[in-house]
């Protein structure tokens, strides 16, 4: 007969276990993110549901969550350094399991997030200044669910295209600045401080990037956003450059055709 204690032990998940020595081998997900922050947190302020209820926003993209997951299974493993124990890791861009566009995207947002302080990273032939991800482990429920809200909120205001048709390209530097504005409006709104004022400063004093990247417009901090379209060269007629483009353009979709993308 089983005892009391054998029927209220749950049985163990094998795969939570190292197979080769039988100790524990897993990571702790915060259940919360699955519960509060997997759905959309924002709502359109204009467009309503066949019930009259304000419709919700796009949900965050998997890969933001793909990219959070592998980034959480380093930077939650605590190493001592210089006598204290710290909740750090070095991870170069093509490391994470996402393409380097969505990967250079995500840590933008994590540099302004609020919950994990990041120090970029740069090039070297010795591949030896990869980024550096830092978790306060005090970090409170409320600061993730402000940068979670920030971010859906940002994701569904990102223009795509300029005026004229023309897709944006990249543009780090705008997309930072409009999660930066937004963690810090998401957080007063739960009592929390800004803590991207200086980093927004920067960006407005044009310190932060080689383009413009901020601009102040009727005392609201907005990103500017800078066309995919090819730049014109110092020394390039306008008709060679018009040329150029063309030039570009055909080679492009050729590529496309025949399987080159």
């Known amino acids: ?90 991870i170069p861009m093509d490391n994470f399991p996402v393409r380097t566009p969505a990967a250079v995207q995500w840590t933008a947002a994590y540099a302004v997030s609020g919950v994990i302080r990041v120090k970029a990273g740069y090039w070297t032939e010795e591949h030896d200044k990869p980024t550096e991800f830092t ?10 669910k402000a940068y979670i809200t920030a971010l859906n909120y940002a994701l569904n205001i990102r223009p795509t295209k ?3 048709g023309d897709a944006y390209g990249q543009n780090t530097g705008a997309w930072k600045v409009l999660v930066a504005r937004e963690v810090d409006r998401c957080r007063k709104d739960r009592g929390l401080p800004p803590v991207n004022e200086n980093w927004l400063k920067v960006a407005l ?16 901090i907005e990103p500017v956003w800078h066309s995919a379209r090819r730049l014109q060269k110092t020394d390039e007629t306008d008709d060679d450059y018009e040329r150029r483009l063309m030039l570009e353009g055909a080679y492009t979709a050729d590529r496309r055709e025949h399987g080159g993308f």
């Open 1 to 90: 007969m089983a005892t009391p204690q054998e029927k209220t032990t749950p049985p163990q998940i094998l795969i939570t276990k190292k197979e080769d020595d039988g100790k524990s081998w897993y990571i702790q997900v915060p259940r919360f993110w699955i519960d509060d922050l997997f759905s959309s947190k924002t709502q359109y302020a204009k467009i309503k549901n066949a019930d009259g209820r304000n419709r919700s926003c796009n949900r965050i993209p998997a890969s933001f969550w793909k990219y959070t997951f592998y980034l959480w299974r380093w930077v939650s493993v605590p190493r001592e350094i210089d006598g204290r124990w710290q909740y750090t890791t070095k």
């Open 162 to 164: 300029d005026k004229d």
């Open 135 to 144: 978790y306060e482990p005090n970090t409170s429920h409320t600061a993730w």
């Open 205 to 220: 004093a044009g310190g932060a990037d080689r383009r413009e990247i901020a601009e102040l417009v009727n005392g609201v």
